[in-house]
T-cell receptor
Framework: QQPVQSPQAVILREGEDAVINCSSS?????VHWYRQKHGEAPVFLMI?????EQKGHDKISASFNEKKQQSSLYLTASQLSYSGTYFC???????????FGAGTTVTVRA | NAGVTQTPKFRVLKTGQSMTLLCAQD?????MYWYRQDPGMGLRLIHY???????AKGEVPDGYNVSRLKKQNFLLGLESAAPSQTSVYFC????????????FGEGSRLTVL
C-alpha cells in the first residue's frame, strides 16, 4: 500500500520554507526521501530508520514520528535547485517492499 | 562505473506482443526493484528481489513476470502487452535496507498500441 503524501504541489519563492508530509497506515521500519527532476531518475536524499535520529541534507531535513507512522520533509530557505518532485518511500519491518507515495511537485521561483 | 543500466530505453509494442526489459547493475547490490511511473501516481512497485534467485510481488504485479538468475541482472517480462502497461519503467538497486540508498536506472519508456 502506497504512503499518502501532502500537499500534491507547492509553489515557493526563493528563500521560503516548505513542509511535505508523508503518512502510512502500517507500522514502519524506515522512511526514504527522493527527489526527481523532470525527465530524470529519482535521486536519494535521505533515509530515516525506526529509532533513528532526524536527518539533514544541506538545508533539507526530515523527521520521523514512529508513533504516528508519519514523516515530514523540511525545505528551508529554498533555492531554485530544489524544484522537482519529492517522493517518500516507506518500508515495513516484515518485508523489503519499498513503496512510494504519489509525489509532491515543488516549484521554486526567483 | 555504469551503475544501473536499463535496456531498451524506448519501445513501442502492439497489444498482445511480448517483451523483456533488462536491468543490469555493477555495484554488487543484493536488492533490485522494478517500478512503473504514471502521471499523478508516483512510483508503483511491480516486483522486487532481495538476492540472486529470489523474487517477490510488489503492489502491481499482474501482467508482469521477473527473473533474477544472476545477481547483477533483473529481468522484467510482459507476456501479452496491454495498453494499460504504457508507462515509464524504472529499475533500482540497493546494497542493504539500513543504508537505504537506491540507485535508479534512467528509465525505459514503453508504449503499447
Amino acid at each position: 500500500q502506497q504512503p499518502v503524501q501532502s500537499p500534491q504541489a507547492v509553489i515557493l519563492r526563493e528563500g521560503e520554507d516548505a513542509v511535505i508530509n508523508c503518512s502510512s497506515s502500517k507500522a514502519l521500519y524506515s522512511v526514504h526521501w527522493y527527489r526527481q527532476k523532470h525527465g530524470e531518475a529519482p535521486v536519494f536524499l535521505m533515509i530515516l530508520l525506526k529509532g533513528g535520529e532526524q536527518k539533514g541534507h544541506d538545508k533539507i531535513s526530515a523527521s520521523f514520528n514512529e508513533k504516528k507512522q508519519q514523516s515530514s520533509l523540511y525545505l528551508t530557505a529554498s533555492q531554485l535547485s530544489y524544484s522537482g518532485t519529492y517522493f517518500c518511500g516507506t518500508e515495513t519491518a516484515h518485508d523489503y517492499k519499498l513503496s512510494f507515495g504519489a509525489g509532491t511537485t515543488v516549484t521554486v521561483r526567483a | 562505473n555504469a551503475g544501473v543500466t536499463q535496456t531498451p530505453k524506448f519501445r513501442v509494442l502492439k497489444t498482445g506482443q511480448s517483451m523483456t526489459l533488462l536491468c543490469a547493475q555493477d555495484m554488487n547490490h543484493e536488492y533490485m526493484y522494478w517500478y512503473r511511473q504514471d502521471p499523478g501516481m508516483g512510483l508503483r512497485l511491480i516486483h522486487y528481489s532481495v538476492g540472486e534467485g529470489t523474487t517477490a510481488k510488489g503492489e502491481v504485479p499482474d501482467g508482469y513476470n521477473v527473473s533474477r538468475l544472476k545477481k547483477q541482472n533483473f529481468l522484467l517480462g510482459l507476456e501479452s502487452a496491454a495498453p494499460s502497461q504504457t508507462s515509464v519503467y524504472f529499475c533500482a538497486s540497493g546494497r542493504d535496507r539500513d543504508t537505504g540508498e537506491l540507485f535508479f536506472g534512467e528509465g525505459s519508456r514503453l508504449t503499447v498500441l
